[in-house]
T-cell receptor, first 109, second 114 residues
Framework: GEDVEQSLFLSVREGDSSVINCTYT??????LYWYKQEPGAGLQLLTY?????DMKQDQRLTVLLNKKDKHLSLRIADTQTGDSAIYFC?????????FGTGTRLKVLA | NAGVTQTPKFRVLKTGQSMTLLCAQD?????MYWYRQDPGMGLRLIHY???????AKGEVPDGYNVSRLKKQNFLLGLESAAPSQTSVYFC?????????????FGPGTRLTVT
C-alpha cells in the first residue's frame, strides 16, 4: 500500500531530545521530507534528505535514514516549547507526495 | 509575495449543498495539490495538477471535482456535500515534480457539513 506510518503522540520535557520515527513504503523514493504544522496553520518544510545519504544535520535537527529498513527519524536536540506541533514525514513519488499520519509533539515545561 | 492563499477560511454547509474552495499562488508554480486532513489520518491527496489545464485524481477523489483554468488558481468543488467531507482542506503548490522540491502550503479551510 501507500501507507507512511508514524506514531501519533510524543511527549518530552523541555531541554530533552525528541526523536520522531517514520516508516515508509516505496524503496524507490529518492527524497524524504519532514514538515511541521503549528496549530491552525498549514505545513512548513523543516528539512529533507536525499536517499543516498544516511544522515543530515541542520542546527538542532538531525535526520537519520535507514534505507534497508525504510525507516526515517527526526531528532530535535534541546527541545523547546516552541517545538510543540505536529510533525509529518513524507516521501515523494513521480508527481505527488505521500504523507504520514503525523506525530503530535508535546513539550512539557 | 503572498505565497499560497485559500478562501474561505471557514465554512459550514448543510448536506447536499455545493461550494467551491479557491486556492491561489503567486510563485508561478507548475504543480498544485488539494489535500484533506482528518485526525489520525494525516494528509490525503484529493486531486492534483501538473500544469494549467490539467488535473489528476489522488487518493480520495470521490465527491470532489477540480479545475485549473489559470496557472495560479486551483479550484476544488463539492457538488453535493456530505458529513463525511467535514475536514480541513489544504492547498499546496510546488515548482516542479515532487522529487526534491518543497511544497508550499496554504493556511487551510475548515469545512463542516451538517
Amino acid at each position: 500500500g501507500e501507507d507512511v506510518e508514524q506514531s501519533l503522540f510524543l511527549s518530552v520535557r523541555e531541554g530533552d531530545s525528541s526523536v520522531i520515527n517514520c516508516t515508509y513504503t516505496d524503496s524507490s523514493s529518492t527524497y524524504l521530507y519532514w514538515y511541521k504544522q503549528e496549530p491552525g496553520a498549514g505545513l512548513q518544510l523543516l528539512t529533507y534528505i536525499f536517499s543516498n545519504m544516511d544522515m543530515k544535520q541542520d542546527q538542532r535537527l538531525t535526520v537519520l535514514l535507514n534505507k534497508k529498513d525504510k525507516h526515517l527519524s527526526l531528532r530535535i536536540a534541546d527541545t523547546q516549547t516552541g517545538d510543540s506541533a505536529i510533525y509529518f514525514c513524507a516521501e515523494s513519488r513521480t508527481y505527488k507526495y505521500i504523507f504520514g499520519t503525523g506525530t503530535r509533539l508535546k513539550v512539557l515545561a | 509575495n503572498a505565497g499560497v492563499t485559500q478562501t474561505p477560511k471557514f465554512r459550514v454547509l448543510k448536506t447536499g449543498q455545493s461550494m467551491t474552495l479557491l486556492c491561489a499562488q503567486d510563485m508561478n508554480h507548475e504543480y498544485m495539490y488539494w489535500y484533506r486532513q482528518d485526525p489520525g489520518m494525516g494528509l490525503r491527496l484529493i486531486h492534483y495538477s501538473v500544469g494549467e489545464g490539467t488535473t489528476a485524481k489522488g487518493e480520495v477523489p470521490d465527491g470532489y471535482n477540480v479545475s485549473r483554468l489559470k496557472k495560479q488558481n486551483f479550484l476544488l468543488g463539492l457538488e453535493s456535500a456530505a458529513p463525511s467531507q467535514t475536514s480541513v482542506y489544504f492547498c499546496a503548490s510546488s515548482p516542479r515534480a515532487a522529487r526534491g522540491y518543497e511544497q508550499y502550503f496554504g493556511p487551510g479551510t475548515r469545512l463542516t457539513v451538517t
